[in-house]
């Protein structure tokens, strides 16, 4: 069982950064994929990035491409998301996702174990 917890989380003013975290206990990260989703208020759950983290393909929503990076640090069983040029609808809780597969997904219901989340809050 993979335990997640994501940490980073916090206030930041339009075009700022915010580099958050997910740190995988109960077992490593070998053979599978992690996700980052974010949920606003009154929306659903959204796909943000994922990454294969045995073959490191990455994959990026729409709304983040640029903007965003995805990667691992292994020794660590740590998978960052690196934002930057942050805008205000960049508002949310963020969850990070795993699953055990080298192939990613962008729909929330194909991840196995999620964590508690981290608030991002972008003002303008």
């Known amino acids: 069982q993979v335990q997640l917890v994501e940490s980073g989380g916090g206030l930041v003013q339009a075009g700022g950064s915010l580099r958050l975290s997910c740190a995988a206990s109960?077992?490593?990260?070998?053979?599978?994929?992690v996700g980052w989703f974010r949920q606003a208020p009154g929306k659903e759950r959204e796909f943000v990035a994922h990454?294969?983290?045995?073959?490191?393909?990455?994959y990026y929503a729409d709304s983040v491409k640029g903007r965003c990076a995805i990667s691992s640090d292994s020794a660590k069983n740590t998978v960052y998301l690196q934002m930057n040029s942050l805008k205000p609808e960049d508002t949310a809780v963020y969850y990070c996702?795993?699953?055990?597969?080298?192939?990613?997904?962008?729909?929330?219901?194909?991840?196995?174990?999620w964590g508690q989340g981290t608030q991002v809050t972008v003002s303008s």
């Open positions: 990454i294969s983290l045995n073959t490191g393909t990455t």
């Open positions: 996702a795993s699953k055990f597969a080298w192939v990613g997904a962008t729909t929330p219901s194909r991840y196995d174990h």
């Open positions: 109960g077992r490593t990260f070998v053979g599978y994929t």
